[in-house]
C-alpha cells in the first residue's frame, strides 16, 4: 500500500464538514446567512436535542429552482461568486458554497425550496453522499431546510457534543 493515498470523497466531506460543523450551533449560523442571502424577511428555527437531533429552518426567501437542488448540496457551489472580482467584492453572508454540503455530509438533511414564481416546491433529500432526485412537494416561497440526527455517521464528532441544555443556549446565543 502507497504511503500517501487520496482520501474517498464522504471521509474529505466529512472533514471539511468538521471544520464547518463544529456544533449545532454552527450548522444554524450557516442556515440563517444562507436565509439572509435569499433576501428572507421571515425565518423561524426549530430546534430538538439541542439541534443535534432536529435543527429546521424555514424562511420565506427567494427559494432555488428545481435544477440547483442538488447543486446546492454539492462543494464549492455558490451562486455567489464565480470569479476572482467577485470574491473580493463579496457582499454576502455564506459565499464559500460550503455550508449545505457540509451539513448534509453529516446528518440526514432534507432541503425543501419554491423558487419565486415557481407554481410549487421541490424537495431532496440527502444522507451522507446519497442523494435523491428531486419531488413536488407543499411549501409556500422561500426554502426550507431540515437537518436531522448531526453527525450520525460521525460519533466521534457526536462525542464532543455538549448537553442538549448547552447545545441549546449556543444555538439561541447564534439565533
Known sequence: ?????????????QIAAGEVVERPASALKELLENSLDAGAREISVQLAGGGAKLLKVTDDGGGIARGDLALALARHATSKIATLEDLERVASLGFRGEALASIAAVSRLTLASRHNGDKHAWVINAEGPRLTEPEPAALGSGTAVEVADLYFNTPARRKFLKTEATEY???EETF
Do not use: E
Not at 500500500?1 to 466531506?13: F, G, R, W
Open 1 to 13: 500500500m502507497a504511503a500517501i493515498q487520496v482520501l474517498p470523497d464522504l471521509l474529505v466531506n
Open 169 to 171: 443556549a449556543h444555538c
